[in-house]
Each structure stands twice: as structure tokens, then as C-alpha cells.
């Protein structure tokens, strides 16, 4: 069974809640295939017209400048990552009210028909990767779990919509610090509550998994 830890923050544990989330599990987490994928240390290019040129020159075989080669290669390792993982587990941040871009590069690299869903006879979407099982943990210093502003975290709430509902993988667990930010006085107790909760996980999965 293999494990891939998708790593969406380049900040030190000391000043990230989310980079804690991550140091928590891979110190608790044993006896298991573990592998790290961490955005901020791959080179990825964003996705965009390069990729595409890259396609058509593959086809035609016509010489790709380094950017096409870049990203052509950066993609099938993102790809190849995630087909090789039987529990995938996303540690990443609230900013700004979204996913860091690094994340959202990961997630257009490996968002493609016929990879992680594709369209059946009647248009109707197909979910690939229900062999798959997610784990989600996320930090933000703000509250966003109430019902007036539940609606503008777009997060936590796009990557379970893209690997649950589109690509079919079981969210198994998920742990969300929130608030740390917004009660400082309480920042302590918050986080060492969620960190408990991952440290908690990584040992379930290990019993689990060996």
C-alpha cells in the first residue's frame, strides 16, 4: 500500500499551521510506502498554452522549447504520482479564500478525461479513481465552519469537489484547524487539538496499512 502526501506549503511548521499538519503525520505515520509530493520544490509550470503546444508538437514531432518539455514532464510525474497511490493525503492552507496556486497547478496536471474521469456514451461523467482513498488537512486562521461564511471557503471545499466528486476517491478522514488566527488567546489549544487529530490518523492508517 503506498501512500502520497501531497505538500501544499513552503512555509517552516513554525509559522504554518498546515506545515505542522504535514510534520505531524509523516512523524506518526509507520510502517507504510510513504512518498511526498511537494508542490513548492517541483518545478511546475503553470498550465496553460504550453501544454498544449507541447501536445500538438508530440503529435507532429516538431522540436518543444524547454518550457513545453518542462511542463510535459511535470505533468506525467504529477500523474504518475497519483497512479501509484493507494491513499492520497493533501495538507494544505486557506489563502486568500483558495488553494495556493502550486496546489491548483497539481490539480490541473492530473484533472484530465480519460486519466481521473472521463464522459460515458450519454455525456454523463465517469469517476476513475474510486480505487483511491483521500485524506484531507487543512489549516486556517480564520472561521469559516459557521454557515455565513462557510460559502466563501473555497478550499477545502474545490479539492473535495475535484477528488470526491469528480475523480471518486473516498474522503476517509479530514482534519480542519480553524480560528487560531482570529482567537489568538486560544491559538494553542486549537492547534494542539488538530494536531492531535492528525497524529491520530497517521496511526490509524498505519495499523490499517501494514
Known amino acids: 500500500m503506498n501512500i502520497l502526501v501531497v505538500k501544499a506549503n513552503n512555509r517552516p511548521a513554525s509559522e504554518a499551521v498546515s506545515s505542522k499538519m504535514y510534520e505531524t503525520f509523516m512523524k506518526n505515520v509507520e510502517g507504510v510506502n510513504v512518498t511526498t509530493y511537494d508542490v ?22 516538431e522540436e518543444m522549447t ?14 504518475d504520482a497519483l497512479t501509484a497511490a493507494d491513499v492520497v493525503v493533501f ?9 495556493p496556486a502550486k496546489l491548483q497547478t497539481f490539480i490541473d496536471y492530473v484533472y484530465q478525461a480519460g486519466f481521473s474521469f472521463k464522459y460515458d456514451e450519454n455525456g454523463q461523467l465517469v469517476q476513475l ?57 486560544q491559538a494553542d489549544a486549537i492547534i ?19
Open 129 to 185: 479513481m474510486t480505487d483511491k482513498k483521500a485524506v484531507i488537512l487543512s489549516a486556517r486562521g480564520g472561521v469559516y465552519s459557521s454557515p455565513e461564511a462557510a460559502p466563501m471557503e473555497m478550499a477545502v471545499n474545490y479539492i473535495k469537489n475535484v477528488v470526491g466528486g469528480v475523480f471518486g476517491m473516498q474522503i476517509v478522514e479530514e482534519v480542519i484547524i480553524e480560528g487560531h488566527n482570529a482567537t489568538p488567546d
Open 91 to 99: 495538507a494544505f492552507p486557506l489563502w486568500n479564500l483558495t488553494i
Open 40 to 61: 513548492f520544490a517541483e518545478d511546475m509550470p503553470y498550465f496553460g498554452q504550453d501544454l498544449f503546444n507541447a501536445f500538438g508538437k508530440v503529435e507532429s514531432g
Open 66 to 79: 524547454d518550457v513545453e518539455k518542462r511542463i510535459l514532464a511535470a505533468k506525467q510525474k504529477a500523474m
Open 192 to 210: 494542539a487539538e488538530g494536531l492531535a487529530k492528525v497524529e491520530a490518523i497517521a496511526k490509524k492508517l498505519s495499523a490499517v496499512l501494514v
